[in-house]
Every structure is written in structure tokens, then in C-alpha cells.
């Protein structure tokens, strides 16, 4: 990834979080140090003890608790994340680590402009408990994937992939180390990308420098 020039006009984030906020981490971290030409300008968590929300307030930046349990419908929980999400102005979500399923309207709203990253090769192994569903299919590789968000949970088109083979001694904690150290650098990259222009979802299709990316 190149450094940051003066002349470079910052890409706004807004990260979306439910725990620790070790990928919000990386990311930061890649901003500050001028790797990505990015900003994170508010984090958002549904979970009020998420550790990612005193990271982002340790670094100065706005985080805010949206409860999803205060709203009676997903339908109304999603528009107060929305208005939560617009106030910054961003130019990219990035769901780190973000434990709730969007609804279509707020999908729509911000498709081609929302990441995902998902602890796993996808197509293989979309939703949870990846780890431990690898190890008793004695699948010999694993990873991450980053990847745009669509209204089919965790099926929108991969950008980019992280790999790491699998050993007999392996447990789920162990994956579970590697695969975190191998999203912390594939979801920086992919921002990056973002950042300076070269990614965008046209047609159903993830492109890098208006090449159809193939995972």
C-alpha cells in the first residue's frame, strides 16, 4: 500500500462494531500512519460494553451506542442507524466485527459503499462458528474474505482474501488467531483501495482498477 500525499482528499469512515474492535484497530492505526488515505470519523456499536467504543474514544473519535434492543422492529433499528451513520457524512461503511443482520432498505441505501469482512474462504462458510465448522469438515485451508455487503448475508462480491492452512494440531482458538491477524491486514487493503478510487461494485461485479476482481 503507497503512503498518503498532501494532496490526497481522506475517505470518510464510519465503522460499525459489536465487540473488541481489533479490525477497527488496524484500521485506525493504517489511517494515522498515513497507509490508507482514510479517516475514521465515527464508530457505531449496538453493544454498550464493546471495547471498540473506548478505542475509538481513546483516539479521539465520535462513538455512539445504538442499543438494537431499544426498538421494536429491525425496520425502525435500521433507520436510527442510518440517521446515526449520515451525521459525519462518510463515504464508506465498514462493518467490523458487526453483529446484526441489515435489512434491504438499509443494504440498498449503501450498496457499493459498505464492506464487509467475513472470517472465512467465502463462498465457503457464511455465517458463524466458522472455525470450529472447518476443523470437523477437515477442510485443509482457511481464511478471511473482504467482501461488498448485498442483501444475501454474507454472499455480496469478494474483493479480497487471506489464507492459512490448516494443521492437526489446530484448534478453533488457534485459527481464530491467525484468521484475526490475516483480517487485519487484507481489510486496510481493501479500504485502501476504496480510498483512492480504483474499487467500486458495478453490475453486480467487484472491480479493481475497472478489472472484474476474481477471488
Not at 494443521?167 to 481493501?190: C, F, G, M, S, W
Request: with cysteine; aromatic share 6%; charged share 20%.
Amino acid at each position: 500500500m503507497s503512503s498518503l500525499t498532501e494532496t490526497q482528499t481522506l475517505c470518510r469512515l464510519v465503522v460499525l462494531i459489536s465487540g473488541s474492535g481489533s479490525n477497527l484497530q488496524a484500521i485506525m492505526d493504517c489511517c494515522t500512519d498515513g497507509t490508507i488515505p482514510a479517516k475514521v470519523v465515527g464508530v457505531i456499536s449496538n453493544q454498550a460494553q464493546a471495547y471498540g467504543l473506548t478505542r475509538a474514544r481513546d483516539a479521539g473519535i465520535d462513538a455512539h451506542c445504538l442499543d438494537h434492543r431499544d426498538f421494536p422492529s429491525r425496520d425502525q433499528y435500521d433507520a436510527a442507524l442510518m440517521d446515526l451513520i449520515e451525521r459525519p457524512n462518510p463515504d464508506l461503511v465498514v462493518l467490523a466485527g458487526f453483529m446484526r443482520i441489515l435489512g434491504h432498505d438499509f443494504v440498498g441505501k449503501y450498496l457499493g459503499r459498505m464492506l464487509n469482512i467475513h472470517p472465512s474462504l467465502l463462498p465457503l462458510y457464511p455465517g458463524l462458528e466458522t472455525h470450529q465448522r472447518v476443523l470437523a469438515d477437515g477442510a485443509k485451508e482457511h481464511g478471511a474474505s473482504v467482501h461488498f455487503v448485498t442483501p444475501e448475508l454474507d454472499a455480496g462480491p469478494v474483493i479480497i482474501q487471506g489464507r492459512t492452512g490448516i494443521t492437526k494440531n489446530d484448534t478453533p482458538q488457534t485459527l481464530a488467531q491467525r484468521v484475526h491477524h490475516i483480517e487485519h491486514q487484507i481489510y486496510p487493503q481493501a479500504i485502501g483501495w476504496f480510498a483512492q478510487g480504483r474499487l467500486q461494485l458495478r453490475s453486480g461485479k467487484a472491480l479493481l482498477d475497472n478489472q472484474t476482481i476474481t477471488a
